[in-house]
């Protein structure tokens, strides 16, 4: 197996890096090619098309999905959770999900200021999930150690 250099993020208000590990990058043009893959902790989404349904990156870890969403943006940025909502049902008919985790990347300057907006929509009767998923919401920039 070809595993990659973790991606490493430093978060709002952490006194720490975290590494999330690489395990495989997938690439996909609309959710639907999702459907046939056989995803593992580790595995990354990424889609072609920038801002995919609300977020540029997505990371399966240990029955997290991990959202990634880059924004070079103003404070505070809109959350649109339905847009999430197709590529998590993919994800969902391949790997159990626990839990959702939604990630903005800012760059370092802007850390300690950016916000998001509440969020405006529940990630409600999602195929495949029998619960309510109420995403965590983060921000953080690369960091640059390893």
């Known amino acids: 197996m070809n595993t990659h250099v973790p991606v490493v993020i430093r978060?709002?208000?952490?006194?720490?890096?975290?590494?999330?590990?690489?395990r495989k990058i997938y690439s996909f043009?609309?959710?639907?090619?999702?459907k046939g893959l056989s995803l593992e902790s580790g595995d990354w989404l990424f889609p072609w098309k920038y801002n995919q349904g609300g977020f540029d990156l997505a990371l399966?870890?240990?029955g997290v999905v991990r959202f990634f969403q880059l924004t070079l943006g103003s404070s505070p940025?809109?959350?649109?959770?339905?847009?999430?909502?197709?590529?998590?049902?993919e994800i969902g008919r391949n790997a159990d999900?626990?839990?959702?985790?939604i990630i903005g990347l800012v760059k370092k300057e802007n850390l300690q200021k950016f916000e998001f907006e509440p969020p405006i929509s529940?990630?409600?009767n999602i195929a495949h999930m029998p619960v309510?998923?109420?995403?965590?919401?983060?921000i953080g920039c690369f960091s640059l150690s390893l």
């Open 11 to 22: 978060f709002k208000n952490a006194e720490e890096d975290v590494k999330f590990p690489v």
């Open 29 to 34: 043009k609309n959710e639907s090619e999702i």
């Open 60 to 62: 399966l870890d240990e």
């Open 77 to 89: 940025h809109s959350l649109k959770l339905h847009l999430f909502r197709s590529c998590l049902e």
């Open 97 to 101: 999900v626990s839990a959702v985790d």
């Open 122 to 124: 529940h990630l409600r």
């Open 132 to 138: 309510l998923l109420q995403p965590i919401v983060r």
